[in-house]
């Protein structure tokens, strides 16, 4: 069993042998809980895809360990309640809303009136202002807008509410417009639907006059905000109204944002990872098929060789034996016989412009 008291110095090599997920199990903590020890205690901690790039033999930047006043002497005894959560160790969550909080303080609160209302509040406004004679009980229209969907009671209550939020977000940096009839939020380079709409329920009409018609649907009075993603969420009226919940919101699209730019950066290093081992790959195969070509290519000028060492022995018979024919066999076809030994030869490979159309190894 691992000791669960350790030295700063301790927490920080081992935080940069293996990674944190692992230690927090070991420990019997949470991993967030570990992370924030060690931003307590100003122990750096490997980025996202340090151990993927270690993995793939990669190479890594190791953040030295600065000097700290504080304690040194780190505790891990878990004091674990229901849920398996740490007390005293906030979530990723609370973490996040704290922060928020603390930066944007008034700005989260809903006013009681419309102060300065933001542009694309203007235009919702405006948008309203062309469909007041609507007899629908809900304001829709096919014109880009802001995606909130309400009865005419909590119309006020709807641009309040979202005038608070978009002035909140912009305040954090993030970006909103309207694309497709859509309210977008780009969060840290990451796009989020987002929609406010009521709640409805479905009742049962007194005198339908079909039978696929019977049932109908009427507003609530309770809000809900949604947010169109893969890690989505709902924030509906409760005990708490949404109003109650705008920190929550920002909240949690960062922390959305947040994984998925971790997650976008880890199927980076994987596919770049993937790319270069089938490079590698690739290339070792064209190497090894090379090899064999070349090595083919060998055998075949061996054989010319053989065949070679033969013809010019013959040719070295003609001009040496005084028997031979020296009418067929004169200077001139020597000089012949000699270039075209000169051709076939493979170490010297001789041009020869009525022969450069014939490969010399498949005679």
């Known amino acids: 069993m691992d000791k669960k008291q350790l030295t700063r110095e301790d927490l920080y090599k081992l935080v940069w042998s293996e990674p944190i997920s692992t230690i927090a199990k070991r420990f019997k903590v949470s991993d967030w809980g570990l992370r924030k020890i060690c931003n307590q205690m100003e122990i750096p901690v490997p980025k996202a895809g340090h151990w993927m790039k270690l993995q793939f033999g990669k190479e890594v ?30 979530s990723p969550m609370k973490l996040k809303v704290r922060e928020i909080n603390n930066m944007l303080g008034d700005l989260l609160i809903v006013p ?53 939020l978009i002035k909140a977000l912009r305040a954090r940096g993030h970006n909103i417009s309207i694309k497709s009839n859509t309210t977008r939020f780009n969060i840290s380079g990451n796009d989020y639907d987002i929609q406010l709409r009521e709640k409805n329920r479905r009742v049962l009409k007194k005198e339908p006059k079909y039978d696929w018609d019977r049932w109908e649907l009427q507003p609530t009075g309770l809000l809900i905000f949604s947010i169109s993603t893969y890690y989505g969420r709902e924030w509906i009226d409760g005990v708490q109204k949404i109003e109650k919940h705008i920190a929550s919101i920002i909240a949690k699209l960062e922390l959305i944002s947040e994984r998925e730019n971790i997650e976008r950066e880890e199927s980076r290093i994987r596919n770049e990872e993937y790319n270069r081992l089938r490079l590698i790959e690739e290339e070792l195969k064209q190497r090894k098929q090379n090899e064999l070509d070349n090595f083919k290519r060998l055998l075949l000028d061996a054989n010319r060789w053989k065949k070679l060492n033969v013809l010019r022995e013959y040719i070295s018979h003609i001009s ?44």
Do not use: C
């Open 61 to 90: 930047t190791i953040t030295p360990l600065r000097e700290f006043e504080g304690a040194t002497i780190i505790s891990l005894d878990p004091v674990i309640k229901a849920g398996s959560e740490i007390l005293n160790v906030d």
């Open 112 to 164: 009681e009136r419309l102060s300065k209302p933001d542009p694309l509040i203007v235009e919702f406004k405006e948008y309203l202002a062309q469909l007041k004679e609507s007899k629908s009980p809900y304001l829709m229209n096919n014109h880009p807008r802001l995606t909130i969907y309400v009865s005419e009671p909590l119309i006020r209550r709807a641009v309040l509410f979202m005038d608070t």
């Open 320 to 363: 040496s034996d005084p028997n031979v024919d020296k009418v067929m066999f004169n200077e001139e076809w020597l000089t012949w016989a000699i270039a075209k030994a000169d051709w076939y030869d493979p170490t010297i490979n001789k041009f020869d412009e009525l022969l450069s159309w014939v490969d010399r190894n498949s005679i």
